[in-house]
C-alpha cells in the first residue's frame, strides 16, 4: 500500500474485528490509508485484504509492549488514531487467575500507551485518538 500523504492516515490497534474492524471500513471505504493491527499477522494481513487495498495489516500484540515500537516503525504519518483492542476474559474472582489479569492489564494499560508513545511524534497537527476502554477484571 503506498502511503500518500494528500489521504488521511488512520491506525487501528485491534481493527480485526468489531468495533475496530468497523472503523477501518469507515475510513477505508472513505479513501483513507489504513493500518490495522492483530495479534496473529497472517489473520491480519488477511482482514486488511478483505477491507480494502488501501489497508494493511501488521501483526502485534500490545500485551507485549516492547515489540509495539518496531512493529509500527513503518507507519509514516497518523491523522487518527483508535485503540481499540480487546482480548475477551472472564475472569471470576473465584477461579481468579492472575496471569490473565496481568497479560489484561498489560495490554490496555502499558500497551495502549506505548502505541501512543511510538506514534505521537508522527500524529500530524489536526491528529486524534480514540480510546476505547473495556472491563479489565
Same mark, same amino acid.
Given at each position: 500500500?503506498? !502511503?500518500?500523504? !494528500?489521504?488521511? #492516515?488512520?491506525?487501528?490497534?485491534?481493527?480485526?474485528?468489531?468495533?475496530?474492524?468497523?472503523?477501518?471500513?469507515?475510513?477505508?471505504?472513505?479513501?483513507? !490509508?489504513?493500518?490495522?493491527?492483530?495479534?496473529?499477522?497472517?489473520?491480519?494481513?488477511?482482514?486488511?485484504?478483505?477491507?480494502?487495498?488501501?489497508?494493511?495489516?501488521?501483526? +502485534?500484540?500490545?500485551?507485549?509492549?516492547? &515489540?509495539?515500537?518496531?512493529? +509500527?516503525?513503518?507507519?509514516?504519518?497518523?491523522?487518527? +488514531?483508535?485503540?481499540?483492542?480487546?482480548? &475477551? =476474559?472472564? !475472569? #471470576?474472582?473465584?477461579?481468579? =487467575?492472575?496471569?490473565?489479569?496481568?497479560?489484561?492489564?498489560?495490554?490496555?494499560?502499558?500497551?495502549?500507551?506505548?502505541?501512543?508513545?511510538?506514534?505521537?511524534? &508522527?500524529?500530524?497537527?489536526?491528529?486524534?485518538?480514540? +480510546?476505547?476502554?473495556?472491563?479489565?477484571?
Amino acid at each position: 500500500m503506498a !502511503n500518500d500523504k !494528500n489521504k488521511k #492516515s488512520v491506525v487501528v490497534i485491534g481493527g480485526t474485528g468489531g468495533i475496530g474492524f468497523a472503523i477501518a471500513k469507515f475510513y477505508a471505504d472513505s479513501g483513507a !490509508n489504513v493500518v490495522i493491527t492483530g495479534r496473529d499477522q497472517e489473520r491480519t494481513s488477511g482482514v486488511a485484504a478483505e477491507i480494502g487495498s488501501n489497508v494493511r495489516g501488521i501483526g +502485534l500484540d500490545v500485551a507485549e509492549p516492547e &515489540r509495539v515500537e518496531k512493529a +509500527l516503525a513503518e507507519v509514516e504519518h497518523v491523522d487518527y +488514531l483508535a485503540l481499540v483492542a480487546v482480548e &475477551r =476474559d472472564y !475472569n #471470576s474472582a473465584r477461579e481468579y =487467575d492472575i496471569a490473565r489479569a496481568r497479560r489484561i492489564v498489560t495490554m490496555k494499560l502499558i500497551g495502549y500507551t506505548e502505541v501512543a508513545h511510538s506514534l505521537y511524534p &508522527r500524529m500530524t497537527a489536526g491528529g486524534s485518538t480514540v +480510546l476505547f476502554g473495556g472491563l479489565a477484571s
